[in-house]
């Protein structure tokens, strides 16, 4: 059987990037085959705007790669200011004696904190099961095989509006493919910018995007807790037009001189506008242990000084990351911008990873709810 290409896109606010790898057949990982950085012909503010103008980007990006074949399906990858995160813990009862713990019982437990946390407007976009315990047993990641007779478990979800999926999956399909999985892009960044120490310690990713900045605390590869900033390079260059009365395009280079701008009026808005991201950096970070690293990803990370100044404001050794699969390409910002699709491939191509977990069909969630009110009230 001939392995099939795997398709990754990154779906910025200001650009989309493409990235073709062609799986090892007999082994886990694959070759990166061709990449694609291709930006919108308009900035906007908010995303996804014109639909439209997405689909063709994702077209193009396609194009762009150089790789010629039949594509179908796609990894997809996006950061938004509408993302909700949150940690809930559920259980279910498997029997009035020990028995073995099989999948449907640890699908059931997924359902369970599904319907816990989905409200009837939003969809899940990531979903870590951070620990399972159990008769005998706490905190197993893969409960499989041991016996209990409850069986309860520890998630982290992060969810969106089912307005933006829609919008999302409506801009894939028009040009031509169906997504195979939509996910957050903090997953993607650790996984394309992380070295194999970083997947075995406590690492915070921070992923400036154009909208939108996303903070993610992962310990041994799981993301543990998470947060999205409503700031990101395209906001700091609108604000400096706004305020320096310059065209976008101006603010868009000058913003990224950051604190090495002459400028005082742009030294002193860029380190306004982080006060934001330090203060949620510490929200994210209270009451958990030291990180032993922190990663910068996104364009917005280029933004000069804003790496050095994590490392001073949180006290964490950081860096910025980038794939080493890129090391050949020179320009710096090309390597940051694909690393996130790079990082969907990494994990499509990792035998360990276990399936997606699935959102409960509206309908279901509407029964589940309303015979939760019945039981706990009537």
């Not at 809930?88 to 073995?100: F, H, I, M, Q, S």
């Not at 031509?176 to 650790?190: D, F, H, K, Q, V």
């Not at 990792?350 to 977990?357: K, L, M, V």
């Amino acid at each position: 059987m001939t392995t099939q290409p795997l398709v990754a896109l990154d779906l910025g606010s200001t650009k989309v990037a493409c990235a073709i790898g062609m799986p090892h057949e007999h082994a886990s990982g694959f070759e990166l085959v061709g990449t694609s950085l291709v930006p919108y012909p308009a900035l906007a503010e908010t995303w996804p705007g014109d639909l439209l103008m997405v689909s063709r980007t994702i077209e193009q990006a396609l194009e762009a790669t150089g790789v010629s074949g039949d594509f179908h399906r796609a990894l997809v990858a996006l950061s938004h200011p509408a993302l909700v995160s949150e940690r809930v813990r559920v259980a279910v009862t498997l029997g009035d004696e020990p028995v073995p713990v099989r999948a449907h019982d640890v699908a059931r437990l997924q359902s369970a904190a599904l319907n816990q946390v989905l409200g009837i407007d939003r969809e899940p976009l990531l979903m870590e099961q951070l620990g399972c315990s159990g008769n005998g047993f706490e905190g197993a990641r893969d409960p499989r095989g041991l016996t209990a007779t409850r069986l309860a478990g520890t998630f982290h979800l992060v969810t969106m509006p089912m307005a933006l999926r829609r919008a999302v999956v409506q801009a894939v399909e028009s040009a031509g493919l169906e997504i195979a999985r939509l996910s957050s892009t903090l997953p993607a960044a650790l996984a394309g910018a992380a070295d194999d120490r970083m997947l075995t310690q406590r690492v915070l990713v921070i992923d400036v995007g154009g909208v939108s900045t996303e903070l993610g605390l992962f310990v041994e590869g799981l993301l543990q807790r998470s947060g999205v900033v409503p700031w990101g390079g395209v906001t700091l260059a609108s604000t400096l037009a706004r305020k320096d009365h310059m065209t976008m395009e101006q603010a868009l280079t000058v913003s990224l001189e950051g604190t090495a701008c002459r400028k005082p009026l742009v030294r002193a808005l860029v380190m306004d506008q982080w006060r934001a991201i330090e203060a949620a950096v510490g929200t994210l970070l209270s009451g958990e242990v030291k990180p032993d690293a922190a990663v910068v990803t996104g364009r917005g990370g280029l933004i000069d000084g804003f790496a050095e100044w994590v490392e001073h404001a949180t006290g964490i050794p950081t860096s910025l990351g980038r794939s080493e699969r890129l090391s050949r390409i020179a320009d710096l910002s090309r390597q940051v911008g694909l690393t996130h699709a790079v990082g969907l491939l990494e994990l499509a191509t990792q035998t360990s990873r276990g399936p997606a977990a699935r959102s409960p069909r509206l309908f279901n969630r509407l029964i589940d709810r309303t015979r939760t009110i019945l039981t706990e009230y009537f």
